[in-house]
């Protein structure tokens, strides 16, 4: 049984990270004695202080150039998104705006089209219902997502018909009828599970039904080859249950299986993106 | 300016074996607590001119590390195998069981990946770091009230799945979460 009060340090005893300046001599002896006599009666304390005397032969050996190498890259990567970071606000808003609103009018004067043009359908709701999987391909109305890109200093409304590279920006808009929640994830070329949307947690992230929203944040394309196949569950009650059925699905029938459930079902979206194995303006990025 | 390789050893004999222990204590695996003290020693390099103005070496590596520990929790969260990664964890014996505040380390890394990034940064300075609550506030940046609110939340969200999801949680853990609650409700009245 615990007991409750150690649990939070009520200031009898040092912290691990004072415990930790002790041990490396960064404070002058006076104070790094008196940390040590206040942890001397606690045993948490004194097994931590013993822990870190055994850390010395468990940490890796010193390399040089290991590190110079790491930090090399971790320069490079801050360097670059400081660049995306700066290219993202010098965006001017009403270019932003204007791509935006056309686009929304574009799919507002497409879905008036739909409704005026096609007959009522009785759609199913649900998986179990879905009776017929590949009768309302491309009729689908309970979510869909689209996206916007970011590259090169351009912004504009993303294709699955083009070719796509490490370091593209990437912002998710989505619309809904009836739905209010959505879990987005990707399953990249190395066959990795990555979930965006929410970023941490187990719920899912409302939506608002109706019109098209942009979903906050972005993301930036790594360096996993040959595709990016972007998933949009709507309405789903938790993050576990979709990445499960995503999972199963990529064991069982591959990418194309997942391809095939974004088209046959009405609560699932997906975006294919083609990446390609060399941007050809790999040198300037 | 560059620290030179003189340096950076003395460092790394210094700090690395306190980075290690605390990785490894919150990440629960050797192979992220050896990632983490490269990661930190090589943001040394990059941050070498601030971090040599720094008053404590330490607290500005405790930072860089509990970054890092925030960014593998964050990964883990999206691996699809995530759920028997953490069942595998959490009937391992845990390697600090003897000398933790903690009846099982795992269940609570479990739990911290339910959690936000500050409440994560929270859990991890309480209950791993041996923080009070006005440190572990200090080194999030946040009032003590907010750091009660968001530990509140956490506990509320982390008790709520716990009770609906399905995986393996020691009821040890269950014990520790629904007895932080009285506990919570007496921060205000601490000194």
Not at chain 1, 62 to 82: G, N, S
Not at chain 2, 46 to 65: A, C, D, N, Q
Not at chain 2, 165 to 188: H, M, N, Q
Request: glycine share 6%.
């Amino acid at each position: 049984m615990i007991d409750l009060d150690k649990l939070i340090n009520p200031g009898d005893r040092p912290s691990r990270l004072e415990i930790g300046q002790a041990w490396s001599s960064e404070i002058d002896d006076t104070q790094a004695r008196a940390i040590r006599d206040g942890a001397a009666s606690q045993p948490a304390s004194v097994a931590w202080l013993e822990g870190l005397d055994a850390a010395r032969d468990e940490v890796a050996p010193f390399d040089p150039e290991l590190l110079r190498k790491r930090a090399f890259r971790i320069r490079e990567d801050e360097q670059r998104e400081a660049e995306l970071e700066a290219k993202r606000e010098a965006q001017p808003r009403a270019a932003w705006w204007r791509e935006f609103l056309s686009v929304t009018g574009a799919v507002a004067a497409a879905t008036v089209a739909i409704v005026v043009l096609l007959p009522p359908v009785d759609r199913p709701t649900t998986r179990e219902q879905h009776v017929t999987p590949h009768t309302t391909a491309g009729a689908k109305g309970s979510g869909a997502i689209d996206f916007y890109l970011l590259r090169d200093d351009q912004v504009h409304p993303g294709s699955e018909d083009e070719i796509h590279w490490a370091g593209d920006r990437v912002q998710f808009s989505y619309r809904t009828q009836g739905e209010s929640t959505l879990v987005l994830l990707s399953v990249d070329g190395r066959g990795e599970l990555n979930l965006y949307y929410p970023d941490v947690g187990d719920d899912p992230v409302p939506v608002v039904p109706g019109e098209r929203h942009m979903l906050d944040g972005s993301i930036i394309l790594d360096d996993a080859p040959d595709f990016e196949l972007i998933l949009a569950y709507f309405g789903h009650s938790s993050v576990a249950e979709v990445n499960d059925e995503v999972r199963a699905i990529l064991d069982e029938e591959g990418r194309e299986g997942l391809l095939l459930l974004a088209e046959d079902y009405m609560d699932v979206d997906s975006i294919f993106l083609h990446k390609g194995e060399t941007s050809p303006a790999a040198g300037e990025r | 300016m560059r620290p030179t390789d003189a340096e950076l050893q003395t460092l790394y004999a210094q700090y690395a074996p306190v980075i290690h222990r605390r990785c490894r204590s919150i990440l629960g695996n050797e192979e992220d607590a050896h990632d983490a003290v490269q990661e930190t020693f090589s943001r040394v390099i990059v941050h070498w001119e601030k971090f040599r103005g720094e008053s404590s070496p330490l607290t500005w590596m405790y930072r860089i590390s509990t970054n890092y520990c925030l960014n593998r929790i964050r990964n883990r969260r999206s691996r699809a195998d995530k759920r028997q990664v953490h069942r595998d964890e959490i009937v391992s014996t845990s390697f600090e069981r003897a000398g933790s505040l903690w009846e099982d380390e795992a269940t609570v890394r479990r739990l911290l990946e339910l959690a936000d990034d500050q409440e994560r940064a929270i859990v991890i300075h309480l209950f791993f770091d041996d923080m009070t609550r006005e440190q572990a506030a200090r080194m999030v940046g946040v009032s003590v009230p907010t750091l009660r609110k968001r530990l509140n939340i956490f506990l509320k969200r982390a008790r709520k799945a716990m009770e609906s999801d399905g995986f393996a949680l020691a009821a040890g853990a269950v014990v520790v979460l629904l007895s932080l609650l009285p506990l919570l409700l007496s921060f205000g009245e601490a000194p």
